[in-house]
T-cell receptor
Framework: QKEVEQDPGPLSVPEGAIVSLNCTYS??????FMWYRQYSRKGPELLMY????GNKEDGRFTAQVDKSSKYISLFIRDSQPSDSATYLC??????????????FGKGTKLSVIP | DSGVTQTPKHLITATGQRVTLRCSPR?????VYWYQQSLDQGLQFLIQ???????AKGNILERFSAQQFPDLHSELNLSSLELGDSALYFC?????????????FGEGSRLTVL
């Protein structure tokens, strides 16, 4: 079983739809949870960052963490064509020598159709 | 623009060869990370340097090595290249050793091994 599982999609939705992206994980040591967005031919960029279980909202984006179920979600409201990208979940735990190691999901490719 | 610069953007080489990828982190960032991204494996952590010292190692092959120089730029050396080494190689930086997840990625170096 991989540490982080993410459905690769692709996911295609009409403009204005609500999008739900999910990841599950198996490592209880993960403490911090993130969503990165990666546009084609670009590097990933941090979109959302959460620590505790619960919801965190930022504009049209809501990140949800359920540590008891080892499940995280990203919701995008009123999706726009500019949201078309690959979304990667990421989780971190303490690594060696005091550093943190990020483990990424494989990413879900999202297309928002005008 | 994340502020992280990677060169070259594209590289085509033959099996058995050696290449060097270069990364300049954001101004003031002391940590540099190298990641490999392929379609089947997703984003895989290779190695982390902090202020010139190796601090964490991931799934880095023995044929690969890296270093961080006094001016904080970093190089990833890939030798005895195999077809399977074809991938996107990303450099990321962050200000501190123990950043819990906010990394700033460059645009990547696309390596093709023929």
């Amino acid at each position: 079983q991989k540490e982080v599982e993410q459905d690769p999609g692709p996911l295609s939705v009409p403009e204005g739809a609500i999008v739900s992206l999910n990841c599950t994980y198996s490592n209880s040591a993960f403490q911090y949870f993130m969503w990165y967005r990666q546009y084609s031919r670009k590097g990933p960029e941090l979109l959302m960052y959460t620590y505790s279980s619960g919801n965190k909202e930022d504009g049209r984006f809501t990140a949800q963490v359920d540590k008891s179920s080892k499940y995280i979600s990203l919701f995008i409201r009123d999706s726009q064509p500019s949201d078309s990208a690959t979304y990667l979940c990421a989780m971190s735990s303490v690594g060696g020598a005091g550093s943190y190691q990020l483990t990424f999901g494989k990413g879900t490719k999202l297309s928002v159709i005008p | 623009d994340s502020g992280v610069t990677q060169t070259p953007k594209h590289l085509i080489t033959a099996t058995g060869q050696r290449v060097t990828l270069r990364c300049s982190p954001r101004s003031g960032d002391l940590s540099v990370y190298w990641y490999q991204q392929s379609l089947d494996q997703g984003l895989q952590f290779l190695i982390q340097y902090y202020n010139g010292e190796e601090r964490a190692k991931g799934n880095i092959l023995e044929r690969f090595s890296a270093q961080q120089f006094p001016d904080l730029h970093s190089e990833l050396n890939l030798s005895s290249l195999e077809l399977g080494d074809s991938a996107l190689y990303f450099c990321a930086s962050s200000p501190r050793l123990a950043d819990t997840g906010e990394l700033f990625f460059g645009e990547g170096s696309r390596l093709t091994v023929l």
